[in-house]
């Protein structure tokens, strides 16, 4: 049974930084690609950024790329999201999932964090 557990959402003023973690477990990860979406209150949800488990590669939407960044500890099954320069319009929740595709479907899910950018 895979579990996802993300953590490290809170209400942060505009032009701070948060830094979102994933705990991964239930199963060995290095075939997995794992993703971070959002979903902002009335929008579809909406794809992050990803990172190969193996070989770290990484990729981004384009309007997010330079201000959000993701890695992972494979020690810790942990993967992150760094998320700089933060704006009103990143509130959302944010969730961890992991791929067996290659990210062309997410197998599971995490149950999310609220991220708030707020004066």
């Known amino acids: 049974q895979v579990q996802l557990v993300e953590s490290g959402g809170g209400l942060v003023q505009p032009g701070g930084s948060l830094r979102l973690s994933c705990a991964a477990s239930?199963?060995?990860?290095?075939?997995?690609?794992m993703g971070w979406f959002r979903q902002a209150p009335g929008k579809e949800r909406e794809f992050v950024a990803a990172?190969?488990?193996?070989?770290?590669?990484?990729y981004y939407t384009t309007a997010l790329k330079g201000r959000f960044t993701i890695s992972r500890d494979k020690a810790k099954n942990t993967v992150y999201l760094q998320m700089n320069n933060l704006k009103p319009e990143d509130t959302a929740v944010y969730y961890c999932?992991?791929?067996?595709?290659?990210?062309?479907?997410?197998?599971?899910w995490g149950q999310g964090t609220q991220v708030t950018v707020s004066s």
């Open positions: 999932a992991a791929s067996l595709t290659g990210g062309l479907k997410y197998d599971y």
């Open positions: 239930g199963r060995t990860f290095s075939n997995y690609t």
């Open positions: 990172i190969t488990w193996s070989a770290g590669s990484t």
